[in-house]
């Protein structure tokens, strides 16, 4: 059986040449020492962090009014099951 690529029951020729190479582990990381691998990390931080969208003013007043707008109606819906609940159980228990 075939594929796109050659027969599957046989290696190419690519991964036989690549299955004798005696490299190093590790890869690219093992070439590379730990300052200069933190130095890369921090650089790469840098980088994704000038890719972000910043919220504008309005929208991160309108986001933060929203949230603790939630935040509180969450804290309403608890305190008053729980306040049900104890009730409840008083009722119950005596």
Same mark, same amino acid.
């Given at each position: 059986?075939? !594929?796109?690529?050659?027969?599957? !029951?046989?290696?190419? @020729?690519?991964?036989?040449? /690549?299955?004798?190479?005696?490299? $190093?582990?590790?890869?690219? $990381? +093992? ?5 200069? $691998?933190? +130095?890369? %990390?921090? $650089? #790469?931080?840098? +980088? /994704? &962090? ?8 309005? #929208?991160?007043?309108? *986001?933060?009014?929203?949230?603790? %707008? %939630?935040? @509180?109606?969450?804290? +309403? &819906?608890?305190?008053?099951? !729980? ?7 008083? *009722?119950? %228990?005596?």
């Amino acid at each position: 059986m075939t !594929d796109a690529v050659g027969s599957i !029951d046989t290696p190419d @020729a690519d991964e036989v040449q /690549e299955s004798k190479k005696k490299g $190093r582990k590790g890869g690219k $990381r +093992a070439k590379k020492g730990p300052l200069k $691998r933190l +130095a890369t %990390f921090y $650089r #790469q931080i840098i +980088a /994704e &962090l000038r890719k972000v969208v910043w919220p504008t003013r309005n #929208q991160l007043t309108s *986001y933060t009014t929203v949230v603790i %707008f %939630f935040v @509180a109606v969450m804290i +309403a &819906l608890v305190t008053v099951i !729980d306040y049900g609940i104890n009730h409840a159980a008083k *009722y119950v %228990f005596g």
